[in-house]
């Protein structure tokens, strides 16, 4: 029975995908603290998440988890949030929008899921994900944190 668990907790570990023993990638996460006065920004100066993984190789957004630290003042705008490509700026998730997120007066949480699409998001060879928004708060002084999921493909 131990053996199993080991074999079942290295296959989650390894993202085995299919019968052939092909995996789908290691996912990987990271943790960002984004600042208030980084929040007022973010549209003219997107953080940066992920950095580009080098040549021929492709980031895949999983998803992200985004906690925000309620301190005492709300943003003020209704302030969209998305992932997307540093270079092509092509919109990896759905947009968190303000008033769902950013204006709570609690401590808060909430889930960017990929973008769910027939043909799926085309995305650019060697390019990093980052946060950006449409509008921008003149108010509002609770910092961030995001918790990005995603996969490198290696097409070397």
């Known amino acids: 029975m131990a053996d199993r668990r080991a074999f079942m907790a290295y296959d ?18 990271k943790i960002i603290d984004i600042t208030s006065a980084e929040i007022k920004l973010l549209v003219t100066a997107p953080k ?21 630290d309620y301190n005492s003042t709300t943003y003020d705008t209704n302030t969209s949030l998305t992932v997307q490509t540093v270079t092509g700026n092509t919109a990896l998730s759905g947009a968190v929008t303000g008033t769902n997120f950013l204006h709570k007066t609690a401590d808060a949480y909430t889930v960017m899921a990929p973008l769910g699409t027939a043909a799926g998001v085309v995305t650019d060879v ?8 449409i509008g921008i708060p ?10 990005i999921a995603y996969r490198i493909h290696d097409f070397n």
């Open 48 to 68: 940066l998440l992920v950095d580009a993984p080098g040549t021929k190789k492709v980031l895949e957004f999983v998803s992200a988890v985004l906690y925000i």
């Open 126 to 133: 060697n390019d990093g994900l980052e946060l950006v928004a």
């Open 138 to 147: 003149a108010t509002g002084n609770s910092p961030m944190k995001i918790k």
């Open 12 to 29: 989650i570990e390894n993202q085995i995908a299919d019968t052939e023993g092909k995996t789908a990638g290691k996912i990987y996460e």
